[in-house]
């Protein structure tokens, strides 16, 4: 008797968004996030005449509070938002706070396409500091892209040339390794939070963390007619802006997004050039190349290679 022929496997697919992403919506999530960016970049600069960058972390924080919780009342979301995971939302967050923080400072200090270049250091950061502390291989892959990333800084700082490092790069670079502590505990943070606890307490920690520094002196200024303008479009654009990166992420791999995000370099340089008079160097376009080209390769870049 003939056994009949057993039924064939079927060929495991990828999912839609994974196979086929929408690179249209992808494009415009993400020119939401460069607009974000760019924009809390120009505010952050227009405030900085009026208040430390303790007090624009104040603002923004308290209107990030309103927007997350307006958005999570108008979604049914509240009841995401819970005290877990408090320990690891606050090393996240601290380490934010002196990112951010330093990042602001450094704003006026030097070109706005600089300030952009150099914090793309942080994803080199992190995955050096990954097999560290989540667990992560390091490859040849990714030694090489953090060596030609860390050469492109050097181009783009030129401590060599007297006078090219000063107190804005050494802010920059100091914040872009906050940002990469932060993102290691974000990666973390998304395995065991939805993103509205994530974002809840990003706003309340870093409200409390930022009222502490700038009551430290005994004064606080608060927003005036010259600053409450420029201070409402940080609220809304930092934020908007991460929500916008996040929404990409979710339709598409990280490395159909990056492009998109590496486009805030050009972006910058010419509202750099074009509202600010700031020159653009090669040295500047070099450098910002091998960083962006380092970004690549360890996206790209699998732990088996």
Known sequence: MTKP?????????LPTSAAHPPIGRVALWML?????FTTMAMAGRAAAPYHDTFEIMLWR????????????????????????NLRLHGARNISHFIGQNLWFAALPLIPLAQVFALEFSYPLIVALAAPFVLGEVLTARRLFAAALGFAGVLIVAQPWSAGTVNIGTALVLAAAVGFAGSA???????????LVEILFWLTVMQFVFALICALWD????????????????IGFAGLSAHLCLTRALSLAPASVVAPFDFARLPVSA????????EPLTAALVVGAALILYANWINIKSKPNR
Not at 5 to 13: F, L, S, V
């Open 5 to 13: 022929p057993c039924p064939a496997t079927p060929t495991p697919t």
């Open 32 to 36: 939401g996030a460069i607009g974000g």
């Open 61 to 84: 924080s308290a209107i990030g509070i309103f927007l997350v919780m307006a958005g999570a009342a108008l979604t049914g979301r509240l009841g995401d938002i819970r005290a877990r």
């Open 184 to 194: 290691l505990a974000t990666k973390e943070l998304t395995k065991r939070a939805p």
């Open 218 to 233: 005994g004064q606080l200024r608060l927003p005036n007619w010259h600053s409450i303008g420029p201070l409402i479009f």
């Open 270 to 277: 010419l509202v750099g050039v074009a509202i600010y008079g």
